[in-house]
């Protein structure tokens, strides 16, 4: 039985005489032994030999694969010492294959719950840049290719599964095959609903340090309220439920409450004077806002208004990206930027567009200004008669991009020099007005010429007196 019957190439059998004071004499013995029906003898007897053990503890189960030993790159033989402390454990020669699988030294987690999405990671010997896995489950789902070491998958059921991971580097294959063994639902159910609860409170808390209209952004953003009246359900449900198909259920509404567990700063915008992005004129916009039309060539209109930026106007932005995380997830996933726009005139303005280049529905403006919407991505504001700072705060979806904020601000027209040609529209309201860059040439029915005024009137002098 010790040897499972298997005696290759020798079974070593031990016999032990035990007493009070004895002297025992053996010779001549003989073992006689059958295999397969044949009758055998063996007459080879020795005393065992007692050896000191190096180490003493109670009995542990160490599985070497978790160690994270590392193995040199070249195959062959090569010479192991094993130590502990300055003990010499062990000392072999060993074969290092060339299919070796070092790189990949584990992959977390081993024991998920089934109908639950959870993220596996890939612990490797070091990190890699460009490198592609190739995941399989095990659980007849098609393989996933991702070009990073995390994944995420959910078992449908209960059991053992083989997860076999392909990592290419450069062209060359390494790969590592683990059991997975997922658990019943019931088994992780009451865990799962502690963290989210906890989960909900650290992220309230840290949401009520904010500002009224941020905190009712957020709450809203996260769905806060609605995902406490869902694992109060699921608690309830929870302690009443009895067969396994209701703990399947519970544990898949729990898949998909995605509650981020922390969020910090990932990114911080200092204040600093910026210049609007060519990228941000928005021509169509401001027609909508007032009545112009420039023809010209883009590149000449964009120098011209950060010509008059210069000399007229300081903007200052500052902005703070929050990023949430999740657990399961390795990385932050950046939720919304907090930005601040600062509008301080060197003088009094006659009037300025202020535009804001984002999806509307997902931007919260804090302001009391009038402003329009433009087709649901652009937001313009009209100021007249600017001589003083104004400040704009605006929440937006991610992480906001400092090289070219979202924002372009213009003054009127007529205070640009461009070297094109920019046509007005005339608004036809009996009144010949300079500012908007109106005259008798593109406004004749406004502005009259001053030498077709005085012949008029001079004709009707001649005719008064004739």
């Not at 709450?219 to 995902?227: A, P, R, T, Y």
């Not at 010209?296 to 949430?324: C, H, M, P, Q, R």
């Not at 060197?346 to 919260?364: A, H, R």
């Amino acid at each position: 039985q010790t040897y499972n019957n298997n005696c290759t190439p020798e079974c070593i059998i031990p016999i032990k005489f035990s007493g009070i004071n004895q002297n025992i004499s053996l010779s001549d013995i003989k073992l006689d032994y059958e295999v397969l029906g044949i009758v055998k003898s063996e007459n080879k007897i020795y005393e065992v030999v007692k050896n000191e053990p190096l180490i003493s503890s109670k009995f542990l189960n160490i599985d070497f694969s978790k160690l994270g030993i590392l193995v040199p790159n070249e195959p062959g033989i090569k010479n192991l010492e094993l130590n502990l402390g300055n003990t010499k454990l062990l000392t072999k020669n060993i074969e290092i294959s060339p299919n070796f699988e070092n790189k990949i030294i584990e992959i977390v987690p081993n024991n998920p719950p089934a109908l639950f999405g959870v993220t596996y990671m890939a612990i490797t010997d070091k990190t890699y840049q460009n490198a592609t896995y190739i995941w399989n489950f095990g659980d007849s789902s098609p393989e996933i290719i991702t070009n990073s070491n995390i994944v995420r998958h959910k078992f449908e059921s209960p059991g053992t599964y083989e997860l076999k991971l392909k990592l290419i580097i450069n062209g060359t294959e390494y790969s590592k095959t683990q059991s997975i063994v997922t658990g019943n639902a019931r088994d992780y159910i009451d865990r799962i609903i502690k963290e989210k609860k906890q989960d909900l409170s650290s992220i309230e808390a840290k949401i009520n340090n904010f500002p009224e209209w941020i905190k009712k952004y957020l709450f809203e953003k996260l769905e806060i309220d609605n995902s406490k009246k869902m694992i109060n359900s699921l608690e309830s449900r929870y302690k009443e439920a009895i067969s396994d198909s209701e703990y399947d259920s519970i544990i898949s509404e729990l898949s998909k409450l995605n509650i981020p567990y922390n969020f910090e700063v990932s990114q911080e915008i200092s204040p600093i004077e910026i210049f609007p992005y060519e990228e941000q004129i928005n021509l169509e916009a401001l027609k909508s806002m007032d009545n112009f039309v420039y023809e010209g060539e883009i590149k000449d209109f964009y120098d011209a208004v950060n010509f008059w930026i210069l000399n007229n106007l300081k903007i200052i932005l500052e902005s703070k990206t929050y990023s949430f995380y999740f657990r399961d997830e390795i990385n932050q996933i950046p939720l919304f930027s907090h930005s601040k726009i600062t509008l301080i005139p060197e003088g009094e303005i006659d009037k300025i567009y202020f535009l804001i280049n984002q999806d509307v529905s997902k931007t919260l403006i804090k302001s009391e200004d009038k402003f329009e919407n433009f087709e649901d991505k652009t937001l313009g504001f009209i100021f007249n008669n600017f001589n003083s700072k104004k400040e704009f705060e605006f929440l937006s979806p991610g992480r906001l991009d400092y090289l070219n904020p979202p924002v372009f601000i213009s003054p009127k027209f007529s205070d640009l020099n461009i070297k094109n040609k920019i046509e007005i529209l005339c608004n036809n309201d009996g009144i010949c007005d300079k500012t908007l860059g109106e005259n008798y040439k593109n406004c004749s029915n406004d502005c009259k010429p001053v030498f077709l005024t005085f012949t008029f009137l001079l004709v009707l002098f001649i005719i008064a007196f004739s």
